[in-house]
């Protein structure tokens, strides 16, 4: 006789308890969501200090004395909003980064009309960006600023950062993609094939719809995203906080801004299709994007389980860049649950704000090598491609993070100062227990500029 | 002996064309006294005979009133409006004659499209699911697609075939997203597939799962895992690119007409507006561009120079 597949009656049994209580379940439901459920996202309160066209630059101002001598400036992706950096209460990096005595500006890119369909890279990173910076500079009396993208938004922030180095103080790249060569992630597979036509997409529907993009997105992960997902939602639907969590993350989502035609045929032909960024090829403004101008210190933060930024698109960034002090963190983690995720939250924030404390606390005095003009007197412009305002070279590798959770802290100091002639020191940190791994010596292989 | 229905129907229809001569003939002798009346009212009670030359009124009106009654007199005395009738109907019956033509060429081209159709369907066994809307695209390009392109004739050729290029894009579009779709059911299948072996396999284990949730979540976890396989295939790409392909000449063709409708109409069409929209940005840019260097400009001069009044920053965008 041969065995039976299923313990039917048990089965049977399971079926009619898991009906039961997703009908009681439901049925209490109904009082939570029948509610006012506080579902509100991006609540930190701002202030809107500069706007141009559909562009507005927000300020959040810390509680006490800003403990960096230089604001952060957030330039967040054209795809969804920037709302996901403070999506509730208790995960918000905005609210994190304040806590931190950081003086935050973030771009809010809007919500783009057909008549913003020709704007390309350089009407964005030229243009709106580099306006925001220079507002910022002028406000605060100072020459340059930290910058930190997010996603494409760090694509746009590391053209910047080559194209205006004397700007940045400290560049911060998140989950943000460099090397398209990869077919690791999907959208590196879909959109980085020739036959993905985007000339004729952005000729024919002017601004790229959101639902385009968000299709794409769901389509990444089908099975998850479009049924799972809801399937947990019912099994926890008479939970109010989780209900909460979950609308203003749906909001989150399906709040999609079209993405202005021109930048995304620019991204998509330029960057996922022929790689230009990374082989200093891509042009913005007529002006060379060469990597090697990228002289600044620089924080590298990637999730390892990201689909839509694969660690591939990530790690070659550092070694592409000109700096010779660079900082790699991959995190155990994926594309959103980076900034969101509560395990993240104690991993994220907590090393942005401590690389940046080394390298940018608010000293007693004021070091040489800091200038500092009246605040709104207007900076004086530099020539391009210089050692991007760092008057000296850093010395010693930046001591180990204490704070993160679950990081890997890869940092490279590029020094003929502190390392042997011609080789490069590669810096392990496991940061979960504060203590350096490993420390290799390898050739190095590319030129020092300080 | 009772009249056939023929004979009947003959009778009424003559009593209709002489009806319709009559009310024809009332009409023209309407019209007639009008203009001698308005001849009269013009040129004074002397009448025709009494108007004074060179002036324009009783000149037109005098002309008018002729003409009419020539076109009168030719219509009510050579018999033209008693064979009015039987030319309109002969009129009548060729344009429907040759609609039904059209209908039934139509009607047989449809037929034969789904006739190939289901023949070829019935053929293909094998994977008949996969085949369908392929054999429909075979079909169909032996068909109905003929219709669509034949050549387009008269005043509105121009816009039947924009219309027809239209439609057959929209046919070609329907069956690649079909086919999209098709292949996005494909993993809900081999799910089901692999859940029996795996299902099979704990029982010759004795590791059954008791709990339903449990086989929602082996569900769930191999339906991800197919879909991943299958989202990087080449096949999902090349079908991905070509529905996208499809539905950009659908959009293409469909916008063109949609275009064409609204040139009679006082409202601005999409090229229209993206032609201003591309001259509002090249413009805005040189705007900018120009300010900002004049600003530059203006803080190089000296402080007497760029004069007291001069506002320190006029050009920057805020």
Known sequence: MSKPLFPVDELMESVLQYTRDMTARTSRARDILGENLETAIASTPYEVEYTEDRIKLKHYKPAGKPKCQHPLLIVYALINRETMLDLQPDRSVVNNLLANGIDLYIIDWGYPAPKDRFQGFDDHINGYMHNAVEYICNKHGIDQLNLMGVCMGGTMSLIYAALHPEKIKNLLLTVTPVDFATDTGLLHVWWGSRNFEVDRLVDLQGNVSGDFLNINFLLMNPARLMLDKYIGFLENVEKRDFVENFVRMEKWIFDSPDVPGEIFREFIRYCYQENRLIENRLEVGGQRVDLKNVTMPLLNMYGLFDHLVPPAACEKTAAAVGSTDTTDVPIKTGHIGIYVSSKSQQVFVPTICSWLMERDAVAEKTPPGTRRRPAGTPAKTRTRGTTGGRTAAKKEAPTPLKTAAKATVKTAAKNAASSPAGTETVTKTATETGTTATTETKPNVTSTTN | ?318
């Open chain 2, 1 to 318: 002996m009772p009249e056939t229905t023929d004979t009947t129907r003959k009778r009424e229809g003559r009593r209709e064309d002489t009806l319709f001569s009559e009310m024809t003939k009332s009409y023209f002798d309407f019209w007639q006294a009008v203009t001698k009346e308005t001849l009269r009212c013009t040129c004074g009670d002397g009448g025709l005979g009494d108007y004074r030359a060179g002036t324009l009124r009783p000149l037109t009106a005098r002309s008018l009133h002729e003409m009419f009654s020539a076109v009168h007199d030719s219509m009510t005395t050579s018999g033209i409006l008693d064979s009015l009738p039987h030319s309109m109907h002969k009129s009548m019956e060729m344009c429907m004659g040759l609609t039904e033509n059209w209908a039934q060429t139509l009607g047989e081209m449809v037929e034969e499209t789904l006739e190939g159709a289901s023949r070829s369907l019935a053929d293909n066994t094998e994977c008949p699911q996969d085949g369908a809307l392929r054999t429909f695209l075979a079909a169909y390009t032996r068909g109905m697609q003929k219709l669509f392109n034949m050549p387009k004739l008269g005043l509105n050729r121009y816009y039947q075939e924009r219309i027809s290029r239209a439609s057959d894009q929209f046919t070609l579009f329907s069956v690649a997203a079909g086919e999209f779709l098709l292949l996005m059911m494909q993993p809900l299948e081999s799910t089901l597939i692999k859940m029996q072996q795996r299902i099979r396999e704990m029982a010759d284990n004795d590791s059954h799962l008791r709990d339903a949730r449990d086989y929602y979540s082996l569900w769930i976890s191999i339906l991800e895992g197919d879909y991943a396989n299958l989202l990087k295939s080449p096949e999902y790409v090349r079908t991905f690119h070509d529905v996208l392909h499809k539905y950009l000449d659908y959009t293409a063709l469909s916008e063109a007409v949609v275009e064409d409708s609204l040139r009679s109409l006082p409202i601005t069409t999409k090229k229209e507006m993206e032609a201003v929209y591309r001259e509002n940005h090249e413009l805005k840019k040189q705007f900018k561009s120009i300010s900002k260097r004049l600003a530059a400009l203006e803080e190089r001069l000296p402080p007497a120079a760029a004069g007291p009044s001069a506002p320190v920053k006029p050009y920057l965008v805020s």
